[in-house]
């Protein structure tokens, strides 16, 4: 597929004669064009060779694709190595906020990933045909973004002339601007469709690093998969990765290559996560509905057996001794399931199996157990992201395996022997002598996360253990290219998060589950908030993330990102004589948290939720109420002080 329908240098433009370039635009779209897009593309052409007709020099492109992504661009105009991008509404009269972000979002790809584009002047313009000429200054952001230009067809060489005169310009070709590389940092969400859509993780990956790190972990485990459909055998691999690093991305991949109906070779993404599953399933299920014409509710018929919720599979089991349709099994956050003692409980209660006495992992590797022939379980593993009561750990997992199933084969990453995953215990005391294959391959050790900056969670980190100086030091290199700013007053938190989101990029309030005082601010933090809304939906919606009035908590935002966060910080995890301390509200006050799993969960939580935004984060810390004895200044102040003192900005 050629990234521009139709390009050629203006002047060729202005001769050519219409019929034709709408021919060259039928015969490279890859859909079936109707009618009124080809009247909208006719329109188009003739507005622009009347338009463009004084203008001397200059190349342009229709229908431009950004690559992997898949969205087009109406018009490319270049002139002096200056980028127009024109979105054309033909017949509205009126300038509309969402064409405004939808050309500003090609603005925002462009310059951040696109490399030709990088230190380029990007200009996006609206065109609304039949509206009302308005004036627009020409007003420049510091990356070399125009603000959103509104013209109607009237008056485009107006605007793009006013451009070239307060802009200097630069030499650079339309031929070396299509081809140049392109390396998106893609959301989790828009990962899973660009892979739904059977894109390659080298296509969605940032860097060559990032590519490579990914790719050679998948090769990895498809090795083993293989070895093991060959030779009638089954594994379990243990898959690590620094924060950001792509484990989610990386079993996805897996799941989707795998997932060959015709071989009999069926594999499925499992998470405990239920938010990520609902969203991706979601989001997966919009925009296959929107690319092949077909209901969002047959559409998620088949996003559900890609992307499951753990409990689901596991409670399916308990109906059967069947062994499940899958060979394949990947277990996202695999050191969050279910000891023995929570499981249980919960079987008791909600499903009225009495004498349940498995912890998860081994009630799951008991399951795949079930095949005669070969299986494989992938556990995908996060260091310091228990946040629930009843998560095990990795632990559990190792205990399952040195009790039994001593036909399976053991694969681990060689960082498995890290304190974040084992603790004080080593491999060989948790398998008792188990053998096992140590694999680096299986752990990834690029970040992919933020493009702003690859440091934010050494960041976070030096922050929480209360490491002033490294803190202090990444955070000077850090608030280069990733903003994080503090302050005590809402209001203004608000107006610096809107101020910095440009386009359809996503922003959202953010909260501790344990956060209940931050009510007395007008900030409420509900346990159950509809999170499929607070990603997918757009501007327009009060469910939305983007009205900042219902904050997500670290249970709804674990393993999903926005572009920029408002974190509301409360006084369940304050900063006091030179240490962090832990506090749970219970009736009318604040109690300490004294059990040590407790305290790593609320540690994790604020883990969570300074590490969820891509581009960038404002810290909100009330000001507390001498009135209120549940909001003493005493409570927030020295949070306050100390993020200052390792730095960050107050606005």
Known sequence: ??????????????????????GQLLIHDEFETTDLQKNAWRQEILILKEQLSALIGGEIAFEYTI???????DVVILVNGIVFLLEFKIGDREYRKSTDDQVMDYALDLKYFHEASSDKYLVPISVSTEAKGICTDVSVMKDKITDVIHCNKNNINTAINNVLDLLPGCAMSLSQ???????????????????YRNHSVADISRNDAGAENLTTTTEAINRIIEKCKAEKKKAICFVTGVPGAGKTLAGLNIANGRHQFGADEHAVFLSGNGPLVDVL??????????????TIANAKRETKAFIQIIHKFRDE??????????KVAIFDEAQRAWGKDALSDFMRRKKGVLN??????????????????????????????????????????????????????????????????VGDSTIEKMLK???????????????????????????????????????????QKLNESYPIVLTRNFEIAKKWIRSKARGSERYGLLASSEGKRLRGVGIWVPSEINH?????????????????EVAASEFKVQGLEIDFGLLAWDADFRYENGEFCFYKYRGSSWNHINVDQRKRYLKNAYRVLLTRSRQGLVIYIPNGNFDDATRKSEYYDGTYEYLKSIGIEEI
């Open 1 to 22: 597929m050629k990234r521009a329908y139709y390009s050629s240098s203006i002047e060729k433009f202005k001769k050519e004669e219409t019929e034709s370039i709408l």
């Open 281 to 294: 399933q979601m989001a997966l299920a919009k925009d296959r509905a929107k690319r092949e014409g077909i």
């Open 433 to 475: 002598g188990r053998d096992y294959t140590a694999t680096p391959s299986l752990h990834l050790g690029v970040s992919l996360r933020s493009f702003r900056s690859e440091c934010l969670s050494d960041f976070v980190k030096a922050l929480l253990d209360n490491n002033k100086e490294n803190a202090r030091e990444i955070y």
């Open 532 to 548: 499929v809304g607070w990603f997918l939906n757009g501007k327009d919606n009060v469910d939305s993330s983007y009205y900042l």
């Open 177 to 195: 601007w299509i081809v140049s590389r392109y390396a998106p940092t893609p959301t989790i969400i828009e990962a899973a469709q660009a892979l």
């Open 356 to 421: 349940f006495n498995q912890s998860e992992p081994e009630f799951l590797i008991s399951i795949m157990d079930r095949h005669k022939d070969w299986a494989v379980i992938i556990c995908l593993v996060g260091g310091g992201q228990e946040i629930y009561t009843g998560e095990a750990g990795i632990e559990d997992w190792f205990k399952a395996l040195k009790k039994g199933y001593s036909e399976w084969n053991i694969y681990l990453s060689d960082r498995m022997i890290d304190y974040e995953y």
């Open 317 to 326: 089991a308990l109906t059967s001794g069947e062994p499940p349709i899958e």
């Open 67 to 73: 690559p992997r992504i898949g969205h087009r661009v």
